[in-house]
């Protein structure tokens, strides 16, 4: 009843998995209200530990991305606090390092990785990306869902998952220069 409801970055820096000591990897499935953050871009976290993690307990599943400001930009070095971060073969390390400092990975990636990893459906993927944080968070009446009263924040995604529009309290903020608006959506 009292205790860790949230994992954040599930596997990133923890303890490893032990028989007799599963450390905070032994809460997925424990409990229904245990949620998970996992960061899939494949670099975090191994494909084979996110499929593991979902088997274990897919309604808990928060996908994450880590990115770090660098996110959309090509190879080279960059600033993340007073850290300089290299960016190479879409990895960010500390600079002359091989410790992980954050991510590049963009959320519709993170949706693809997930449901190539574990084998979900579309569906559960991207509830995994707005549903279950929307409740994580206390949102569920306002965010994670589209029903009336609801803020209207959201993104239309193409077959493969990738995002063609955004709209933000039900207004256009961007559209893939390639993609035609459904007349229900730009006011034709």
């Known amino acids: ?7 954040t970055h599930m596997f990133n820096a923890m303890q490893s998995f032990h028989h007799r000591d599963p450390g905070l990897v032994g809460l997925l499935g424990s409990r229904k209200e245990t949620y998970y953050g996992i ?31 660098a996110m959309g930009l090509g190879d080279g070095l960059y600033k993340l606090g007073d850290q300089e971060v290299r960016i190479q073969d879409n990895r ?8 992980l400092a954050g991510s590049i990975a963009t959320m519709d990636s993170c949706v693809r ?16 990306a707005t549903k ?11 965010k994670g869902r589209l029903a009336v009263g609801c803020d209207a924040d959201m993104i239309i995604l193409d077959e493969e ?23 229900i959506l730009n006011g034709n």
């Open 1 to 7: 009843e009292h205790g860790a409801t949230m994992v």
């Open 39 to 69: 960061i899939s871009d494949g670099i975090h976290a191994h494909p084979n530990s996110v499929r593991i993690a979902y088997r274990s307990h897919p309604k808990g599943a928060v996908l994450v991305t880590d990115a770090m400001s």
């Open 92 to 99: 960010a390390t500390v600079n002359n390092s091989s410790t």
């Open 113 to 128: 990785n997930f449901q190539h990893f574990t084998g979900c459906t579309k569906v559960q993927a991207i509830e995994a």
């Open 132 to 142: 279950t944080p929307a409740a994580v968070l206390g949102l569920s009446s306002r």
């Open 161 to 183: 998952l990738r995002v063609k529009a955004t709209f933000v309290g039900g207004e256009l903020a961007w559209k893939a220069a390639s993609f035609n608006l459904p007349c």
